[in-house]
Every structure is written in structure tokens, then in C-alpha cells.
């Protein structure tokens, strides 16, 4: 029943994001500067994470392929696809939901328990649309980018792993990457990062919104943001790729 | 004027508002006493709509704010300025932007004539050379000056004070009676302040609603309050030995 009760209230507060915005200058200001926030600030982990996975696929696979038949482009072919299908924009946004998510909760969370939305509200205002819409469309906007920077990036590590390690010749990893490129998979990558943000923003949103009590109810909805987002984002991830790829 | 009439209200079953009725004037400083529990906040929070009533309706001069709804309460709400116990100013904005978001949300004017407008509500409150600083960096009676200058900058027609003392010593306090009580009468706002702080309930009590177990126990004023036979009154107000010694 609670999960039910907690769906229902999940749309309804959808629901109260999309009214007329007060002032449109004022949510455009905030959309530049969530996406400072959400984008900008997250590039340095980003690019770390990044790196060092598109360098450990690389090296994985030249250990898996054990057969001599099997051609060491290969390699390249299957780092560059791994990264585009679903490291970047799975795992990446997994990494986003538990760093932008916890802070979008923990900041919503304190608002409410602070009665900072309580006065948004006494003016007037529209206080899930004020807080949560700039929030939502710089996610959706500037994490295809973040994404594209970490494919981008991925690959280019696993060219230093191989350049490092040995392990293949670097010539025959660049033929790899170049290998039968299907520029859908991009497609679908971005595809799945635009469902992926918006529901780490919607659902840490929420979880902030609807805090109540103290500093320990705020931790505990920052917790529940990342948990439900996490796993939103891998029932998705299927559900994206079953509709798409199937 | 705010009437409230027959308000009930209830969580999960329990009643913690029945059937309160009252008159808060404008021009007057509108005091809501009662114990801890006693369903004072609640009553505050059916007024300005952060709580919705079960039965009984809030009227804002004879509009009926209970029958509207988001957006029918909006012209309602531009004409109500709140002091919450916590100050509640947004953490990340100068003293400067807090005093200015209203009005950048919810009027017209130009930059400078917000800034003339914050510069203005700043100096009332006591505090010309704080633009730049944040909550974080200023002290709680400070916080309560710039919650008040925020709640003012709109020019409001009813001004609600939640326990504004509350975490202040009793200097500051009287500090922000007395700021309350100004305003009050500049601007004849309707001011209706929670409190249980005695010191406030004997210097600006000028229309008291005693709330007691959730109903309308007792009413009137300042003077009436040491004639009252009320016993439940009595015991709340003469429970120090400060106030037993007054009414002596």
C-alpha cells in the first residue's frame, strides 16, 4: 500500500511543477546556474571515472581474448561500444544520482525543514516549480553532454592503456574504435541520459520535498534519493533498451 | 481584517482545532496564546493556507481564502508578509537578495527600485550596513530583523509573526516587540504573532485569543487578562513567580 501512496504522491507533485512560472527571467537565471551546479562542478569525476573504465575494459578484454583467430581490433570495437551503450550513460549517471542526487535532496530537505519552501509558498510562489523545473532542465540538458565528454574520454583511456600496458598495439586499437561505427548507439545513449536525469532529479526532488522533521530526516531522504534513483535508473536502463534494441 | 470562523482541524483522526471562531483587527497587534500543544501554530498555519482546514472557513476582508485554491490564493498571498520562528531566509542569498526576492518574484519594478526598496526596508529594521552579509554570518535577533524587513518589503495588509522571540534574549526581544508594534501602526497591517512569550502578551497584547485543548477558551486584552476568572488562562499566564508577583 505505501508504495502505491508514495507513487500517488510522486505524480501529484509532478503535477505541481508545471504551472506558469512567476517570472521567466528569474527560472532562466536558475536554469544557468543548476547547470553549473549539476554539470560544471561534476565534470572532474566525471572525467576520472571515465578514463580509468574505458582503460580497464581495454585491458579485460585483450585478457578474455584468448582465441588467435579473433582479430586485436576487436578490442577497440568492443571499448568503444561499451562505453557508448552503457558505461557512459549507465554507470555515469549512476555516479550522478548518487552525487547530484543527495545534494538536490539534502538541499530540498533542509528548505523544508527550515520553512524556507514554507515561505516560497506564504509569497505566492509556486515552490516545487521554483525549485525543482530549473533543476530538472539543466539535468536533462547539460548530463548529454557530461555523458558525451565521458565516451569521448573512456575511449581515449582505453588508447592509453594500450599505449602503457602493451597489451595491444595502439594502430590496431584506433582501427577498432573506427571499426563499423553505428552513430545510433549515440542515439541511444542519449536517449536513455535524458530518462536517466530526469529521474534522478525528479525523484531526489521529491524525497527532498516531502521531508519532514530534522537534520536525521534530511539524511535519511538524501539516502532514499540515491537508493531509488539507482534502482529506477537500472529498471529503466532494461525497459529503454528492450524497447529500443530488441 | 481576518476572521476566522468554526475552524476544525485534525491529524490522523485526533482534533487538534474545534470550532474556533475570532476577529483579528486591522491596525492592531492580534496576539494567539496558549501552552505548548495547544494548537496555537496550527491555527496559524490554517490562516495563511499552509495548512488546510477540515471545517469552518478563513475570510481575508470577506474573501473567502479557505474556497480558493494555488492560484486564486496568489493575490491573497502578495498581501501577506510572515516572520517564521526560524527567521526561514534562504541560505544561499545575501541579506540583500532575501529582502529582494519578492519583489523580483512578484513585482514589476525595475532594479533600482528594488534596491531603493531594500535599502528602505533594511534601515527600518535597523540594519544599514548589511547588505552583502549571509545568514550564516549574522546573528539569530539579526536574522529575525531581516525575516521582518523580507516580510515588509511588499507593502503587506497582514503581517504574521511565529514566535518571534523565540531564541532571543529578553533585550532582543524587546527589540522586536517594539519593531512589530511600529510597523503595526505605520502601515495599520493586521499583525497576528504566536507567542507564549509573557513579556510580549503584557506590552502589545491588544486583541488576545487564549487557545486551550484546541478550542477558543478565552479573548480580550491586555487589561481584561488580570480581571479574568479564567482558571486555564490563569494558570498560563501567572504560572512564573514574576507574574504572580505583577498581578499582586
Same mark, same amino acid.
Given at each position: 500500500m505505501n508504495i502505491f501512496s508514495q507513487l500517488g504522491r510522486y505524480w501529484i507533485f509532478m503535477a505541481t511543477l508545471? +504551472?506558469?512560472?512567476?517570472k521567466a527571467s528569474v527560472y532562466r537565471k536558475r536554469v544557468m546556474e543548476e547547470m553549473e551546479s549539476i554539470g560544471v562542478s561534476s565534470l572532474g569525476i566525471v572525467t576520472l571515472i571515465s578514463v580509468f573504465m574505458g582503460a580497464v575494459i581495454t585491458i579485460q578484454t585483450v585478457y578474455n581474448?584468448? +582465441?588467435?583467430?579473433?582479430?586485436?581490433?576487436v578490442v577497440g570495437l568492443v571499448a568503444r561500444d561499451t562505453m557508448i551503450i552503457e558505461f557512459s550513460p549507465t554507470i555515469i549517471m549512476l555516479v550522478l544520482a548518487g552525487k547530484v542526487g543527495s545534494s538536490i535532496a539534502s538541499e530540498i530537505g533542509t528548505m523544508r525543514v527550515t520553512e524556507q519552501i514554507d515561505a516560497l509558498e506564504i509569497m505566492g510562489i509556486n515552490s516545487s516549480g521554483y525549485l525543482v523545473v530549473p533543476k530538472m532542465i539543466a539535468a536533462i540538458f547539460i548530463t548529454p553532454f557530461l555523458v558525451l565528454i565521458s565516451m569521448f574520454v573512456g575511449i581515449a583511456g582505453g588508447w592509453l592503456a594500450a599505449l602503457a600496458s602493451?597489451?595491444?598495439?595502439p594502430v590496431d586499437y584506433i582501427k577498432g574504435i573506427q571499426y563499423e561505427f553505428l552513430p545510433f548507439n549515440v542515439t541511444f545513449a542519449m536517449i536513455k541520459t535524458v530518462v536517466f536525469a530526469f529521474l534522478i532529479t525528479s525523484i531526489s526532488s521529491f524525497q527532498g520535498f516531502y521531508t519532514q522533521g530534522g537534520s536525521l530526516e534530511v539524511g535519511q531522504s538524501s539516502t532514499k534519493a540515491v537508493v531509488y534513483s539507482s534502482v529506477m535508473i537500472l529498471i529503466f536502463d532494461y525497459v529503454i533498451t528492450q524497447l529500443i534494441l530488441a | 481584517m481576518i476572521e476566522v470562523k468554526n475552524v476544525t482541524k485534525g491529524f490522523n483522526g485526533k482534533k487538534?482545532?474545534?470550532n474556533v471562531s475570532h476577529k483579528f483587527e486591522r491596525g492592531k497587534v492580534n496576539l494567539i496564546i496558549g501552552a505548548s500543544g495547544s494548537g496555537k501554530t496550527v491555527l496559524v498555519k490554517c490562516m495563511v493556507g499552509l495548512v488546510e482546514v477540515d471545517a469552518g472557513r478563513i475570510e481575508y476582508d470577506e474573501r473567502n /481564502?479557505?474556497?480558493?485554491d494555488f492560484q486564486t490564493r496568489k493575490p491573497i498571498r502578495r498581501e501577506i508578509g510572515m516572520l517564521f520562528q526560524g527567521s526561514a531566509l534562504f541560505d544561499s542569498m545575501t541579506v540583500e537578495q532575501n529582502v529582494m526576492f519578492p519583489l523580483k518574484m512578484l513585482s514589476n519594478m525595475s532594479y533600482s527600485e528594488r534596491a531603493d526598496r531594500v535599502n528602505f526596508c533594511l534601515q527600518r529594521v535597523n540594519?544599514?550596513?548589511?547588505?552583502?552579509? /549571509?545568514?550564516?554570518?549574522?546573528s539569530g535577533g539579526m536574522k529575525k530583523r531581516v525575516a521582518i524587513a523580507r516580510a515588509i518589503a511588499m507593502n503587506p495588509k497582514y503581517l504574521y509573526c511565529d514566535e518571534p522571540n523565540s531564541g532571543l534574549d529578553p533585550k532582543t526581544s524587546i527589540v522586536i516587540d517594539e519593531l512589530i508594534m511600529e510597523i503595526t501602526e505605520e502601515y495599520q497591517t493586521c499583525t497576528v504573532i504566536n507567542t507564549h512569550d509573557m513579556n510580549s502578551v503584557m506590552t502589545m497584547g491588544e486583541n488576545i485569543l487564549f487557545i486551550h485543548q484546541g478550542k477558543k477558551w478565552w479573548s480580550g486584552t491586555t487589561a481584561q487578562i488580570f480581571k479574568s476568572d479564567n482558571e486555564e488562562l490563569d494558570e498560563f499566564i501567572f504560572a512564573s513567580k514574576i507574574m504572580q508577583n505583577l498581578r499582586k
Open positions: 508545471f +504551472s506558469k512560472p512567476e581474448l584468448v +582465441s588467435p583467430l579473433v582479430p586485436l581490433y602493451g597489451v595491444i598495439p | 487538534i482545532l474545534e /481564502f479557505s474556497e480558493m540594519l544599514p550596513n548589511s547588505h552583502k552579509l /549571509f545568514p550564516s554570518e549574522i
